[in-house]
């Protein structure tokens, strides 16, 4: 069944990356302009908006669809190749494990959110500029994994 819909599923999948990803570069950026905005003051609270808007609106809706769609495409898979023998291949544990990375990481700043909110960051701007490239190097596994190993 869902293989007939696989590649709906594989549209909007690649649809609610997109946004996923969007958010995973840009709030670490807005963290470092954070950490030089005065407590209190308007770019701080300006700041917080934007970052709360981008983490519930946008990141967290966006991470949930991809998952969904993710395993309703991994489920396909199973039924086209017969079961669950694609997961002996290594190119599917290796994504895998790239995803689960890059969804530790939004949760890291899931976490410095809260940080941010409180008026308690204790990261400095450096840290979250280094932080700003994790999300397309793990970008770059994943989609290397999926378009040159699983295919």
Same mark, same amino acid.
């Given at each position: 069944?869902?293989? @007939? $819909?696989?590649?709906? *599923?594989?549209?909007?999948?690649?649809? @609610?990356?997109? /946004? #996923?990803? $969007?958010?995973?570069?840009?709030?670490?950026? *807005?963290?470092?302009?954070?950490?030089? $905005?005065?407590?209190?003051?308007? *770019?701080?609270? +300006?700041?917080? *908006?934007?970052?709360?808007?981008?983490?519930?609106?946008?990141?967290?809706?966006?991470?949930?669809? +991809?998952?969904?769609?993710?395993?309703?495409?991994? #489920?396909?898979?199973?039924?086209? /190749?017969?079961? #669950?023998?694609?997961?002996?291949?290594? /190119? #599917?544990?290796?994504?895998?494990?790239?995803?689960? @990375?890059? +969804?530790?990481?939004? %949760?890291?700043? @899931?976490?410095?959110?809260? %940080?941010?909110?409180?008026? +308690?960051?204790?990261?400095?701007?450096?840290?979250?500029?280094?932080?700003?490239?994790?999300?397309?190097?793990? $970008?770059?596994?994943?989609?290397?994994?999926?378009?040159?190993?699983?295919?």
């Amino acid at each position: 069944m869902l293989l @007939a $819909a696989y590649d709906w *599923l594989r549209a909007f999948h690649i649809l @609610a990356v997109i /946004a #996923w990803m $969007a958010g995973l570069l840009y709030l670490p950026r *807005l963290y470092v302009y954070h950490c030089d $905005a005065t407590s209190g003051g308007e *770019l701080d609270e +300006t700041l917080k *908006l934007q970052e709360q808007r981008l983490l519930k609106i946008i990141m967290n809706p966006a991470m949930i669809v +991809t998952w969904l769609f993710g395993l309703a495409l991994v #489920w396909a898979n199973m039924e086209r /190749a017969g079961g #669950w023998s694609i997961f002996l291949d290594w /190119a #599917w544990i290796a994504k895998f494990l790239l995803i689960i @990375a890059m +969804t530790g990481l939004h %949760h890291v700043f @899931a976490a410095r959110f809260k %940080h941010f909110q409180a008026g +308690t960051n204790d990261w400095p701007g450096k840290r979250y500029r280094m932080l700003n490239e994790l999300p397309f190097v793990g $970008a770059i596994g994943i989609v290397l994994v999926a378009v040159v190993a699983l295919n």
